[in-house]
């Protein structure tokens, strides 16, 4: 598959997951360094939104979205993973005041497994996944400009379509 940024292409080798593959398993570390895996998710609806880059406009806005979301929404759990690491991640959130379930992932092991990493670009696709109790994929969206903005609304409906 192919994404832009800013008008230029950029490869996303591999396969992504689609609607209805039930969702890889990963195991990330929170700010806090606390083992996350998909496990830990099951039983609710969970949306992951993934970001590039947590120091860039884009992303901070993905990233606050869905903060601000997750505050309102108790039936479901909200996760952003990004490949920066722990570090940036903890200095975005000082910065922004925000208190909120990050997983890093400098090693790119959930972009190879879930295969958004794009290499040349050194990041991963601006993507969104929104899993059902079981861990089984409802809604996908791989943002095809990476330097736009995922369909919340969408995302946020299908999550709410599930949650019990």
């Not at 360094?33 to 609806?45: E, M």
């Not at 290499?119 to 791989?142: M, N, Q, S, T, W």
């Amino acid at each position: 598959m192919q994404v832009t940024r800013k008008g230029t292409i950029f490869e996303v080798p591999g396969i992504q997951p689609k609607v209805g593959d039930q969702a890889k398993e990963f195991e990330l570390k929170s700010l806090d360094d606390k083992v996350y895996r998909l496990a830990d998710f099951l039983g609710k609806p969970t949306i992951l939104s993934i970001v590039p880059d947590i120091d860039t406009r884009v992303c901070a806005l993905q990233t606050k979205r869905f903060n601000e979301e997750a505050s309102k929404i108790d039936e479901v759990n909200f996760v952003t993973i990004s490949n920066n690491t722990k570090e940036e991640q903890a200095n975005w959130c000082g910065q922004e005041g925000i208190d909120m379930l990050m997983l890093h992932d400098p090693e790119n092991t959930f972009g190879e497994t879930y295969q958004i990493m794009i290499p040349e670009f050194g990041h991963f696709a601006r993507a969104i996944f929104v899993l059902d109790e079981k861990g089984v994929i409802r809604y996908e969206e791989i943002v095809p400009e990476i330097s736009q903005e995922p369909d919340y609304q969408s995302a946020l409906a299908a999550a709410r379509s599930i949650a019990v």
